[in-house]
């Protein structure tokens, strides 16, 4: 079974330019998670979709950030003037239904360096 | 919201030892505590997980303990092996937060041959 793909695996951004993030979940999940991941921290959710709604978008920079999954099943996060704050590991998961099990499942990233 | 702490930040041991990695949490009406392993340039791996309704769970090598009274867990990992020196994550959902997962800063091991 093929995982959760992420592209591109690097990205390297001057302050104030734009970057899009493309992730591919597991076929079958309805939920998609994208977090973000600074250097030596844990994770942390940005926003998470069920199908094409968003659920929580609480934690996403909403002047700067945005995040799609129109039909359900790939899903974009743009950045839109990047700052170096914003450097960081992107991580996008999926898992099914209330994901209180083994297959919340995480792609292997995007990292983000803005210079 | 719910806050996750981790300790140690760091530790190295030699091979065959074993490693404790604690984790503490605040929000009483967290239910599900999966863990997961990190190794340089590769993606989060789950490795085990427990639910508020058990005490403890073990698989091969690994032994994870839960407290819900003073909301701690303990991850064992015994005869530790090069293979696995990597950052173990410690994570928690709450059932008010849907599916989100907050996690622990991380513990960084590693396992000297």
Same mark, same amino acid.
């Given at each position: 079974?093929?995982?959760?793909?992420?592209?591109?695996?690097?990205?390297?951004? #001057?302050?104030?330019? $734009?970057?899009?993030?493309?992730?591919?979940? &597991?076929?079958?999940?309805?939920?998609?998670?994208?977090?973000?991941?600074?250097?030596?921290? =844990?994770? #942390?959710?940005?926003?998470?979709?069920?199908?094409?709604?968003?659920?929580?978008?609480?934690?996403?920079?909403?002047?700067?950030?945005? $995040?799609?999954?129109? %039909? +359900?099943?790939?899903?974009?996060?743009?950045?839109?003037?990047?700052?170096? +704050?914003?450097?960081?590991?992107?991580?996008?998961?999926?898992?099914? +239904?209330?994901? /209180?099990?083994?297959?919340?499942?995480?792609?292997?990233?995007?990292?983000?360096?803005?210079? | 919201?719910? !806050?996750?702490?981790?300790?140690?930040?760091?530790?190295?041991? /030699?091979?065959?030892?074993?490693?404790?990695?604690?984790?503490? *949490?605040?929000?009483?009406?967290?239910?599900?505590?999966?863990?997961? %392993?990190?190794?340089?340039?590769?993606?989060? !791996?789950?490795? &085990?997980?427990?639910?508020?309704?058990?005490?403890?769970?073990?698989?091969?090598?690994?032994?994870?303990?839960?407290?819900?009274?003073?909301?701690?867990?303990?991850?064992? &990992?015994?005869?530790?092996?090069? +293979?696995?020196?990597?950052? *173990?994550?410690?994570?928690?959902?709450?059932?008010?937060? =849907?599916?989100?997962?907050?996690?622990?800063?991380?513990?960084?091991?590693?396992?000297?041959?």
């Amino acid at each position: 079974e093929a995982g959760v793909t992420q592209s591109p695996r690097y990205a390297v951004l #001057q302050e104030g330019q $734009a970057v899009s993030f493309w992730c591919d979940p &597991i076929s079958g999940h309805d939920t998609l998670y994208w977090y973000q991941q600074p250097r030596d921290q =844990g994770p #942390q959710l940005l926003v998470y979709f069920r199908d094409e709604a968003v659920i929580d978008n609480s934690q996403l920079p909403s002047d700067r950030f945005s $995040a799609v999954r129109p %039909k +359900g099943t790939n899903s974009t996060l743009k950045i839109q003037s990047a700052k170096q +704050g914003d450097t960081a590991t992107y991580l996008c998961a999926s898992s099914l +239904g209330r994901g /209180q099990n083994s297959d919340y499942t995480f792609g292997s990233g995007t990292r983000l360096l803005v210079i | 919201g719910e !806050q996750v702490e981790q300790l140690p930040s760091s530790l190295i041991v /030699q091979e065959g030892a074993s490693v404790l990695i604690n984790c503490s *949490y605040t929000d009483s009406a967290s239910v599900y505590f999966p863990w997961y %392993k990190q190794e340089p340039g590769k993606r989060l !791996q789950f490795i &085990i997980d427990i639910r508020s309704n058990m005490e403890r769970k073990q698989t091969q090598r690994l032994t994870l303990l839960f407290d819900k009274k003073t909301k701690h867990l303990s991850l064992h &990992i015994t005869a530790t092996q090069p +293979g696995d020196s990597a950052i *173990y994550f410690c994570s928690v959902m709450t059932n008010s937060a =849907g599916n989100k997962l907050t996690f622990g800063i991380g513990t960084r091991v590693l396992v000297r041959p």
